[in-house]
């Protein structure tokens, strides 16, 4: 198997709002636009979002983003955390660093669908083989 592309469906109550969202605070573009959906893509190595409108009289799956988490791998994320701020996004977890060297944030887009951004830093004294 060769995958030469991502997509994660979201399926969220007002896809505008996501992805509103999406286009304003972390540089997705709107792709495709339907009655139905919303596909969202950048120009780099992150994965296409499709905003898949809920319908509950219609969809009795109940399928919904809860419990999900899209996280990008990011660099210069502390400029980020700024701009974010900055720009009054929703920032349910600030900057922080975790147990293992890395730096990550979370955000939550109107839809309550929450987005990770994580910058990795190898350990103190760590030197990559050459």
């Known amino acids: 198997m060769n995958v030469i592309s991502s997509t994660v469906s979201l399926t969220v109550a007002d896809p505008a709002a996501s992805s509103k969202f999406f286009t304003s605070h972390l540089g997705f573009r709107e792709i495709l636009i ?12 992150a994965v296409d979002l499709v905003l898949m409108r809920h319908d509950p009289e219609v969809d009795r799956t109940g399928l ?3 419990g999900v988490i899209v996280s990008f791998a990011v660099t210069g994320i502390a400029a980020e ?7 009054g996004a929703d920032i349910g977890v600030p900057l922080h660093q975790g147990r293992g060297g890395e730096w990550g944030l979370r955000l939550t887009d109107p839809n309550g669908v929450v987005i990770e951004l994580v910058e990795w830093e190898p350990p103190g004294g760590f030197q990559p083989p050459d």
Not at 34 to 45: E, M, V, W
Not at 81 to 87: T, V, W
């Open 81 to 87: 955390y700024e701009r974010l701020r900055n720009e």
């Open 64 to 66: 919904r983003p809860t």
């Open 34 to 45: 339907n009655t139905d959906f919303i596909a969202l893509g950048r120009d780099d190595a």
